[in-house]
């Protein structure tokens, strides 16, 4: 039977980034990922990239002319420095994010940190226990949990539709065995942290914190994780929630959930604005499309983005939607994973 292409009243609509009051953001790394968030961002908003720091003047100087940013820093110290800028997006590696936080919050400056939002929990803390003495919004840039089918997904399942939820799989797996930092331990390389933090993240948002966690998986010659499976259970709960992620081959990247009265399908990539496909146990199947405008190509930053700002108008030190306990949890759970894996960073 071909699904229907509607949506019950049920589902909570996404809220508009464009009605976010504008900030003035820093971007701290200019990299693939700093020019997503300088490319959709601002197109998709109200907010304004202001200026953005390489440690590499040149490299600064590019990004900048690319992107028609106006200021460009040579060195993270002198954009955390800026009077005029109110957030600073942190986009470098893993392994830097902590040292990189924290300079920004000591600076007095509000944080937008990516995922995985530090190398492991301890770093994690740290970050959060800075950001709460000084009274500064930090949250971590999970942007799939602000997507619009990510919003729906949360109201189905708040309003009961799908029944006791039993199972959750998820799955990310791109071919980038020859991105350099993901093969370099001190960078904090592997699947794990680039990956496999969306399927673990997925899973958390469903079911919250897990009970117990079994990891299994295959190191690279040089011990970090190239390719793991994640099973995780839940106390009180018949559930359980299957992860997998790797950087040797590009998968179908689709994540389902499955309760006691139906069952969600997202399209893949899920991590990224898609559709699902909602098959209840009695009666007809029916299709959430994203909003118009938005693909899974192009545009998505922008609702991260607008939390922020929003946060930070009202006040507020952290994300209702993004909250520290989920990124600190999720933290939790890499770090059991890596220790059953066996790998560790160098410093840890």
Same mark, same amino acid.
């Given at each position: ?28 790394g ?29 490299r ?38 902590? !040292? ?9 400056k ?28 930090? @949250? ?7 997507l619009?089918? @990510? ?13 006791? /939820? ?80 790797? @950087? ?7 994540a ?9 399908? /997202? ?30 190509? !192009?545009?998505g ?19 209702? !939607? ?8 999720? @933290?939790?759970?890499? !770090? ?6 066996g ?6």
């Open positions: 039977m071909e699904a229907q292409v509607t949506a019950p009243n049920l589902l909570p609509a996404p809220t508009d980034p464009t009605d976010a009051p504008p900030l003035r953001w820093g971007i701290l200019a990299g693939g990922i700093a020019r997503r968030f300088a490319r959709e961002v601002p197109a998709r908003s109200a907010q304004q990239v202001l200026a953005v720091a390489s440690r590499d003047q040149r600064a100087d590019a990004f900048a002319a690319e992107h028609g940013v106006g200021r460009a820093y040579g060195s993270y110290e002198l954009l955390v420095t800026d009077e005029d800028v109110d957030v600073i997006y942190i986009a470098t590696p893993h392994s830097a994010h902590r !040292d990189h936080a924290l300079l920004a919050l000591e600076a007095g509000h944080v937008l940190v990516e995922k995985a939002f530090t190398r492991n929990a301890d770093e994690a803390l740290e970050v959060l226990d800075a950001a709460r003495e000084r009274h500064l919004f930090v @949250m971590e840039a999970m942007w799939t949990r602000f619009p089918h @990510m919003v729906a997904l949360r109201g189905l399942i708040g309003s009961g539709a799908l029944g006791e /939820i039993l199972a959750v799989t998820a799955d990310h797996g791109q071919r980038l065995d020859t991105v350099e930092r993901l093969l370099a331990p001190e960078l904090a390389g592997g699947a794990l942290l680039d990956l496999g933090v969306y399927p673990v993240s997925f899973a958390y948002d469903v079911l919250g914190a897990p009970a117990s966690v079994h990891a299994a998986g295959v190191l690279t010659d040089v011990g970090v994780d190239a390719h793991e499976a994640v099973t995780l259970t839940y106390a009180g709960t018949r559930a359980v929630a299957v992860c997998t992620s790797n @950087m040797w081959a590009t998968t179908a990247t689709t389902s959930v499955v309760g006691t009265e139906g069952r969600v399908d /997202i399209d893949g990539p899920f991590y990224r604005p898609t559709s699902f496909t909602v098959t209840p146990f009695s009666g007809a199947p029916w299709r959430f499309e994203p909003v118009p405008g938005i693909t899974a190509a !192009d545009g930053f922008e609702f991260q983005a607008a939390e922020v700002a929003r946060c930070v108008a009202d006040g507020r030190r952290e994300s209702v !939607d993004m909250p520290w306990r989920a990124t600190l949890e999720v @933290m939790e759970v890499l !770090d059991e994973v890596r220790r059953q894996l790998v560790v960073y160098p410093g840890e």
